[in-house]
């Protein structure tokens, strides 16, 4: 017996030691030897002392797993508390042979209560993780609602864009530390989740391609206002070019961003021919300035002899003095803008020596004019001339529609007595107005008259040149 016994207890080591079975075959097999082992203790009954001692053995070690089976409904960790009653189940089937017969069925149910109170417990455990996993599900779902959102809003400008791409990546990480979600709905929120994240990419990736593109727009445009400020910066026509140059800074503020590789070297060549220019610009002016301040103070010293000279009485010979300090004016240049007054009281003089050689108004107006004219061809400013030329045509239109209109007013005096007062006003201002008019003519005539004599003489010049 002692030797059947140990080789007993030798097959129930290599029973235990021989590894797991499928899942499907399980039962079976632990029924089968089960019942082997069963028939074995039924064999025993030749020595009823070995075999009482093996059911004791088997009896506390039974009550040792329902006493820690029924401690797990205590333990906090439910789910490591589940896989430890499945490790228990496995002791109590594998490795613990049968008890006496009496006390086979008090101490499975005793076993199997602490098994249902642990699956009851684990019930409960399931549906919390199963709210907690819809909780999990509601959240994703308003992270994928989110990242939606901003890829059908992209931003229209790098640094929105940036700002976008941050919040995007923030969402994904929501997304990612928002725990599992029922597992029928994991696939679907995933693929929602990947696809609102590519429809996001795909939209920044196409910012960005035309962004590159207007970039390299930008970057031909300001080239060709580069090209253009170089070959005007060392230009000396200050009028013409200044202006020039500053619609060039205006439209190079217009452009927008150019590749980053190419911004700092191709604003730098711009910036270095603008300053080229106009630290040339301000040079001339500060030479030309002396200049001006220099003539001020002529013009200064020529007024002051000029309230002392008084008329002789010869029509013809004050008119050729009043002309000789006109001239001598004229040749005394600008002044600085903050002192141009003193051409306004120069003029006042004139006017006023004028009007004592018994020059009348029209007169004075047209000699006057002739000494602007006559600065302007000095200058030899083409848009100045044309300018001129502009405005006393449209005084001309406009004396025209005036006369025009006061010469229909006649018709509501067409049976009105000379002496009307009313007639009397509107006869006055047609007078007025024809004089005005004739004036503005002979303005135009003199303009005329001194714009063929430039042309004329600029002719002379080219065929000087040609020779």
């Given at each position: 017996?002692?030797?059947?016994?140990?080789?007993?207890?030798?097959?129930?080591?290599?029973?235990?030691?021989?590894?797991?079975?499928?899942?499907?075959?399980?039962?079976?097999?632990?029924?089968?030897?089960?019942?082997?082992?069963?028939?074995?203790?039924?064999?025993?009954?030749?020595?009823?002392?070995?075999?009482?001692?093996?059911?004791?053995?088997?009896?506390?070690?039974?009550?040792?797993?329902?006493?820690q089976a029924e401690a797990l409904a205590e333990d906090a960790d439910v789910s490591k508390a589940f896989r430890k009653l499945q490790t228990l189940h496995k002791i109590w089937k594998e490795d613990i042979g049968p008890v006496a017969k009496e006390h086979r069925e008090p101490i499975w149910e005793r076993f199997s209560a602490?098994?249902?109170?642990?699956?009851?417990?684990?019930?409960?455990?399931?549906?919390?993780?199963?709210?907690?996993?819809?909780?999990?599900?509601?959240?994703?779902?308003?992270?994928?609602?989110?990242?939606?959102?901003?890829?059908?809003?992209?931003?229209?400008?790098?640094?929105?864009?940036?700002?976008?791409?941050?919040?995007?990546?923030?969402?994904?990480?929501?997304?990612?530390?928002?725990?599992?979600?029922?597992?029928?709905?994991?696939?679907?929120?995933?693929?929602?989740?990947?696809?609102?994240?590519?429809?996001?990419?795909?939209?920044?990736?196409?910012?960005?391609?035309?962004?590159?593109?207007?970039?390299?727009?930008?970057?031909?445009?300001?080239?060709?206002?580069?090209?253009?400020?170089?070959?005007?910066?060392?230009?000396?026509?200050?009028?013409?070019?200044?202006?020039?140059?500053?619609?060039?800074?205006?439209?190079?503020?217009?452009?927008?961003?150019?590749?980053?590789?190419?911004?700092?070297?191709?604003?730098?060549?711009?910036?270095?021919?603008?300053?080229?220019?106009?630290?040339?610009?301000?040079?001339?002016?500060?030479?030309?300035?002396?200049?001006?301040?220099?003539?001020?103070?002529?013009?200064?010293?020529?007024?002051?002899?000029?309230?002392?000279?008084?008329?002789?009485?010869?029509?013809?010979?004050?008119?050729?003095?009043?002309?000789?300090?006109?001239?001598?004016?004229?040749?005394?240049?600008?002044?600085?803008?903050?002192?141009?007054?003193?051409?306004?009281?120069?003029?006042?003089?004139?006017?006023?020596?004028?009007?004592?050689?018994?020059?009348?108004?029209?007169?004075?107006?047209?000699?006057?004019?002739?000494?602007?004219?006559?600065?302007?061809?000095?200058?030899?400013?083409?848009?100045?001339?044309?300018?001129?030329?502009?405005?006393?045509?449209?005084?001309?239109?406009?004396?025209?529609?005036?006369?025009?209109?006061?010469?229909?007013?006649?018709?509501?005096?067409?049976?009105?007595?000379?002496?009307?007062?009313?007639?009397?006003?509107?006869?006055?201002?047609?007078?007025?107005?024809?004089?005005?008019?004739?004036?503005?003519?002979?303005?135009?005539?003199?303009?005329?008259?001194?714009?063929?004599?430039?042309?004329?003489?600029?002719?002379?010049?080219?065929?000087?040149?040609?020779?």
């Amino acid at each position: 017996i002692n030797t059947t016994y140990k080789n007993f207890k030798e097959l129930q080591e290599r029973w235990r030691h021989a590894g797991s079975v499928p899942r499907n075959n399980y039962n079976d097999v632990w029924r089968t030897y089960h019942h082997h082992v069963e028939i074995f203790y039924d064999f025993l009954h030749l020595n009823r002392e070995l075999r009482d001692l093996d059911f004791k053995h088997n009896l506390e070690e039974k009550e040792k797993l329902i006493a820690q089976a029924e401690a797990l409904a205590e333990d906090a960790d439910v789910s490591k508390a589940f896989r430890k009653l499945q490790t228990l189940h496995k002791i109590w089937k594998e490795d613990i042979g049968p008890v006496a017969k009496e006390h086979r069925e008090p101490i499975w149910e005793r076993f199997s209560a602490a098994t249902k109170a642990m699956h009851l417990r684990r019930q409960e455990f399931l549906k919390d993780v199963e709210k907690h996993y819809e909780k999990n599900l509601e959240n994703k779902k308003e992270i994928i609602t989110k990242i939606q959102e901003i890829s059908s809003h992209v931003a229209t400008n790098h640094r929105g864009l940036q700002e976008q791409i941050k919040k995007v990546e923030a969402l994904r990480e929501a997304f990612f530390k928002s725990g599992k979600v029922p597992q029928k709905k994991s696939d679907e929120v995933w693929g929602n989740f990947k696809e609102v994240v590519r429809t996001f990419n795909r939209n920044k990736n196409a910012f960005y391609k035309n962004l590159k593109k207007l970039q390299q727009e930008n970057l031909e445009k300001k080239r060709a206002l580069l090209a253009k400020a170089e070959s005007l910066k060392d230009s000396e026509d200050w009028e013409t070019t200044t202006p020039i140059m500053k619609e060039i800074q205006r439209d190079w503020k217009k452009i927008g961003h150019v590749p980053r590789k190419f911004s700092d070297k191709i604003w730098e060549e711009f910036k270095k021919a603008c300053n080229h220019y106009f630290d040339r610009l301000h040079e001339s002016k500060n030479a030309s300035l002396k200049v001006e301040h220099e003539n001020y103070e002529k013009k200064v010293a020529v007024l002051k002899r000029l309230k002392d000279y008084t008329l002789s009485g010869d029509k013809k010979k004050d008119l050729e003095g009043i002309a000789a300090w006109v001239e001598e004016w004229k040749g005394l240049g600008r002044v600085p803008f903050a002192k141009k007054n003193i051409n306004s009281k120069f003029n006042k003089i004139i006017e006023a020596l004028y009007k004592k050689s018994g020059v009348s108004i029209q007169e004075t107006e047209l000699l006057k004019y002739g000494n602007k004219i006559q600065q302007l061809a000095h200058a030899d400013n083409e848009y100045a001339i044309a300018h001129e030329r502009t405005f006393i045509r449209r005084k001309i239109q406009e004396a025209n529609s005036e006369l025009r209109q006061l010469e229909n007013n006649m018709e509501f005096f067409s049976n009105t007595s000379g002496d009307n007062p009313l007639l009397k006003e509107v006869m006055q201002n047609i007078d007025r107005h024809k004089k005005a008019l004739a004036t503005w003519k002979a303005k135009l005539k003199k303009l005329n008259i001194m714009e063929h004599q430039l042309k004329k003489e600029g002719d002379v010049e080219n065929s000087s040149e040609e020779e």
